[in-house]
């Protein structure tokens, strides 16, 4: 199975593509208008408490206030505010936890107005983006992530990421970790640590040393709504996160983004720098990739699923609705419950891609087709579950009901991805309206009387949509004659499928289009000739 990752910079940000055999699976948008991103952290301001929530609302600058709730503040909050006034007040000498004295844990159960004050200064990171119209979403549990380990400083614990299910791997690693974290640091392990070295290892936690020491720093002259720590950007994160024996190349098309990502690279994974690649050709990265087309046939509210079948997507602001159709397929087996289990099969494998393509996180409820068999529904859950397992995304499967329906929650960081694929129709320009079809003859023969007579062309090629090539070339004594009886010049007409009912192209003898005067204007010179003839 190969993987690439496409980069496309663009003025308003970069577009991220994961490609997974030729297939796009995950799509991503970094704009560079968007200041706030997940992992980054703010001196934020307390606006307001709200008892009836458990929560307070804090100011970082946003638009919106960002979401602080009690649940989120973790144990060790006391401990971390203490050191945060310390810092800022200038009498923390370092950056160092070693001697620092723990206050007692917060209590899981506790309300929020004991805990908050109006105007009160405190440290935060952002754990989801602003969705909707709701702000972001913040915590005071600080952790910083690297390649291989993510680290949680006021905490002494050391966890192993449960899909590294070797208890001997396991073990290894934690006596690695132990034997290299700084005193009172936590440190998490990710599954891209399995089978790693000490030396990888320690250079990883000393980049994480090194960002709390930046944090540090910056906090002791930040203010109110500063951000002191700023997360990677999404192209730096997700080859920080994605990045292993399976990767077959990382392609960008812009030399500011390839200089960057070689300096990332060279830093976090030298015997990674061959699969940096810059694209140098004409055409554009994503037309020659195909990622393009992927782009508009996979984001519209209908989906085709590889195979047979189809998926409406729709949108609410509540939970996201897959309805998943039969198509043609239904007519190709002869016994309903294997035609419902086929197409669900099938289903199953493109509604897992989508989630993870789209981004669509929060509630997502799926329409299957309905199968008698508990077996059959078994399944399909399990076809789900083990496409779901590449998604980084924490998730629930719930089983299928007795409806057909399967839901699953996903959790939802950011804004699920939009495109909008659909395009401006050519003939109304997006109005639905058209300019009247009767008058179009008159348009077209005022506009080759203008060409003909006041502007003295010759050679021209008129292009028609196929009922009006009939219209023009069609009788005995056609329209097209009988231009040439009254102009003594012959215009060719051509019949183009392409153009609406009321559209027409005129070239002249070059075969270039000539860019045509308005019909009123073209009207006007016309009868004025009239007026002439007749005076």
């Known amino acids: 199975m190969s993987n690439e990752l496409v980069i496309n910079s663009t003025q308003e940000g970069e577009r991220i593509a994961l490609l997974q055999d030729k297939r796009l699976i995950e799509y991503h948008f970094d704009r560079n208008d968007t200041n706030y991103s997940v992992g980054d952290i703010f001196l934020g301001t307390v606006k307001k408490v709200m008892p009836g929530l458990n929560a307070a609302f804090v100011d970082i600058g946003y638009e919106k206030d960002a979401f602080l709730h009690y649940g989120d503040l973790g144990e060790q909050f006391p401990s971390f505010t203490k050191w945060a006034r310390t810092v800022q007040s200038g009498r923390a000498p370092s950056a160092g936890l070693e001697k620092f004295t723990f206050e007692p844990v917060l209590e899981k159960v506790g309300k929020a107005e004991s805990v908050f004050k109006k105007g009160q200064q405190i440290v935060v990171q952002i754990i989801k983006e602003p969705i909707s119209t709701k702000g972001p979403r913040v915590s005071t549990d600080i952790s910083m992530a690297g390649r291989y380990l993510v680290l949680m400083p006021f905490s002494n614990t050391i966890s192993v990421s449960k899909k590294i299910v070797s208890k001997a791997e ?3 690693l934690k006596r690695l970790i132990a034997s290299i974290k700084p005193e009172n640091f936590g440190v998490i392990i990710r599954t891209v640590a399995e089978g790693r070295e000490v030396a990888e290892l320690d250079k990883d936690m000393q980049d994480m040393v090194a960002k709390w020491e930046q944090l540090y720093s910056t906090l002791r002259t930040a203010k109110p709504n500063d951000k002191v720590l700023g997360e990677l950007g999404r192209t730096s994160s997700m080859v920080r ?7 077959d190349s990382i392609t960008v098309d812009a030399p500011a983004m390839y200089d960057e990502m070689r300096d990332y690279l060279q830093k976090i994974a030298p015997d990674k720098l061959g ?3 810059l694209h140098n050709s004409k055409i554009k990265i994503f037309e020659q990739t195909g990622i393009e087309k992927q782009l508009k046939t996979l984001f519209g509210k209908t989906v085709t699923v590889p195979g047979g079948g189809y998926l409406v997507i729709e949108h ?6 897959i309805d998943v159709n039969s198509g043609s397929k239904s007519n190709q087996e002869n016994d309903q419950e294997a035609t419902a289990l086929m197409i669900n099969m099938l289903a199953a494998k493109e509604v897992a891609r989508q989630l993870r393509l789209r981004d669509m996180g929060g509630i997502i409820v799926v329409d ?3 199968m008698r068999s508990a077996e059959s529904r078994k399944k399909v859950e399990d076809a789900v579950r083990d496409v779901m397992k590449l998604d980084k995304a924490k998730y629930t499967v719930l089983p299928i009901t007795k409806f057909g329906l399967l839901q699953i929650t996903r959790q939802r960081v950011r804004p699920a991805e939009n495109i909008v694929t659909g395009e401006v129709c050519p003939t109304c320009g997006g109005t639905g309206k058209i300019s009247a079809s009767i008058q179009v003859t008159d348009d077209i023969d005022n506009s080759i009387d203008d060409l003909l007579v006041n502007q003295n062309q010759s050679g021209i090629t008129l292009s028609v949509h196929p009922f009006l090539y009939a219209y023009y070339t069609k009788g005995l004594i056609s329209r097209q004659m009988k231009w040439y009886l009254k102009y003594y010049k012959w215009v060719k007409v051509v019949n183009d499928s392409s153009l609406g009912l009321t559209d027409y192209r005129i070239e002249d003898e070059r075969g270039e289009e000539i860019q045509l005067r308005s019909s ?9 000739r009239e007026v002439e003839i007749v005076d």
Do not use: C, G, P, W
């Open 520 to 528: 009123a204007a073209a009207m006007s010179r016309l009868q004025d």
């Open 170 to 172: 396991r073990d290894r």
């Open 241 to 247: 996160d994605m990045l292993n024996e399976s990767f």
């Open 368 to 370: 299957f087709i309905d």
């Open 316 to 321: 609410t602001e509540a939970l996201h609705v």
């Open 275 to 277: 699969l940096l690649k």
